[in-house]
């Protein structure tokens, strides 16, 4: 009996397209999702009692694998004293303290509880500090699912953005201009032509939802230059990249200062937190303390909190990070040598914990069209024969995968094993010659 196909059936009745996230339907691969009942470390367990090498970690928050006894220790501590209070408590206030050591471009941080209620509370707030309407955002770069955010390119390279849903009206799209990620001299443009009502720039520094592509050198760099010079505010969206890539996320690695870091994911340890925080004086532009209004009822609320600084205690640790990139590296080259020993156009990134393959023969993926011209039956393909392998990546082709600390070389080698069969299988049954679009 399949009990996944049995829970999507009756979640299909009640919820919309059977799922509460878009992309965990499926329909970017084909077939159904699997329903998970458990994890520990790098393991997932289905609802029939399979169990898959889990890459997609919850979409990133868990850095140091399911259920890591210390995370879940703390956070029962907390839970024996109440879920949440609606007043302020000690744990939110050291958690603020520690990302504020971490990541010194915060000055004062405002914990929220999604990285869409961080990025939308962002923009609001270089809007009010600026007091300026436009913002520059990137195609493929994903921000939450604000109405202004929710929007596509038009018909020229750069352009005044266009609704990219139903539900957003056009008089809000027009505020958002769009530009191809990594190509400055598109935001150079921009600013040229609308610079003075320019609030802000909001960027992943790495991106992480068009696939894992990587900013060319001086992209970063260029950005911080033009918000200076237009008076702008530079929002860099590390919810992925914050402590999933260095301990002082995106921004340390690369060496740019951004006006305002979005966090979440990791910041939570697996519950749903987001938080927003930059330089003391624009985030005193801030409710109670400045004209830009936001609240929640359930921001900062302790149990949150726990899981986020307990998952900090742990990263914190010496040559966390080191160990964690050698593994990810130690897979994403492994994945490459296999699949060009297959013949197989195959190209990878990888930075830290975060990880993304391409289907193509190009030397370098730098934005959403390089992405958009991968091979995308190719991966549905080896999407699904991993998935027989036991093996659970991101089910779909726009998305980066992640790498824990629970992933030891015993988990890599199985994984390795794992695509080796597939990129063998494919080629045994003339699927590969057969496929469109190769090169």
């Known amino acids: 009996m399949n009990q996944s196909r049995t829970l999507f059936n009756l979640a299909k009745q009640v919820i919309p397209g059977g799922v509460n996230s878009p992309v965990r339907a499926f329909r970017g691969v084909g077939g159904e999702p699997i329903f998970i009942k458990s994890g520990q470390g790098a393991y ?15 979409w990133g928050p868990l850095i140091v694998g399911h259920a890591h006894p210390h995370v879940i220790t703390r956070v ?38 999604s990285g869409t209620e961080a990025t939308m509370s962002a923009i609001r707030l270089a809007r009010g500090y600026t007091k300026r309407d436009k913002i520059v955002k990137f195609a493929g770069c994903y921000h939450g699912h604000a109405d202004s955010l929710l929007v596509a390119a038009g018909s020229g390279a750069l352009t005044l953005g266009v609704p990219s849903s139903a539900g957003v009206p056009e008089s809000v799209a027009m505020h958002t201009l769009v530009a191809e990620y990594n190509h400055l001299e598109d935001v150079a443009a921009l600013f040229a032509k609308y610079g003075q009502d320019i609030a802000c720039i909001i960027v992943e ?31 860099f969206d590390e919810v992925m990249t914050g402590f999933r890539i260095s301990l002082g996320g995106a921004q340390a690695h690369y060496g740019i200062t951004p006006d305002i870091t979005v966090l979440g994911k990791v910041i939570g340890g697996g519950f749903p937190v987001g938080a927003f925080g930059g330089r003391a004086d624009i985030m005193r532009t801030i ?18 909190m726990m899981g986020g600084l307990a998952t900090l205690e742990l990263i914190t640790e010496e040559n966390f ?7 990810t590296i130690k897979l994403t080259e492994g994945l490459a040598e296999r699949a060009h020993a297959a ?36 991966f549905k393909r080896f999407f699904h024969g991993m998935l027989n392998e036991g093996i659970y990546l991101a089910p779909s082709a726009f998305e980066a995968g992640f790498v824990s600390s629970a992933h030891g070389d015993m988990e890599i080698d ?26």
């Open 321 to 327: 990070y080191p160990k964690l990139a050698a593994q």
């Open 343 to 378: 013949n197989i156009p195959f190209y990878v990134n990888a930075i830290g914990g975060m990880f993304g393959f391409f289907f193509t023969d190009a030397h370098t993926i730098k934005s959403e069209g390089d992405v958009k011209r991968c091979n995308m039956a190719l």
């Open 76 to 113: 029962t501590e907390v839970l024996q004293n109440g879920l949440s209070f609606g007043a302020p408590t000690e744990i939110e206030v050291e958690l603020a303290q520690q990302v504020c050591k971490l990541m010194p471009s915060i000055e004062m941080i405002r914990f929220v509880n």
């Open 414 to 439: 199985k994984t390795l094993q794992a695509a080796e069969n597939v990129f063998a299988t494919l080629l045994k049954n003339e699927l590969y010659e057969s496929l469109p679009n190769l090169i």
């Open 205 to 235: 520094p790495v991106a992480g939802n068009m696939n894992c592509v990587l900013p060319e050198p001086g992209f970063l760099e260029g950005l911080r230059d033009l918000c200076d010079r237009y008076g702008s505010v530079l929002i």
């Open 287 to 304: 409710a109670p303390l400045g004209p830009v209004y936001q609240a929640g009822t359930l921001s900062g609320n302790p149990v949150a």
């Open 44 to 58: 997932l367990v289905d609802a029939d009692g399979c169990n898959y090498i889990d890459y997609v970690c919850s």
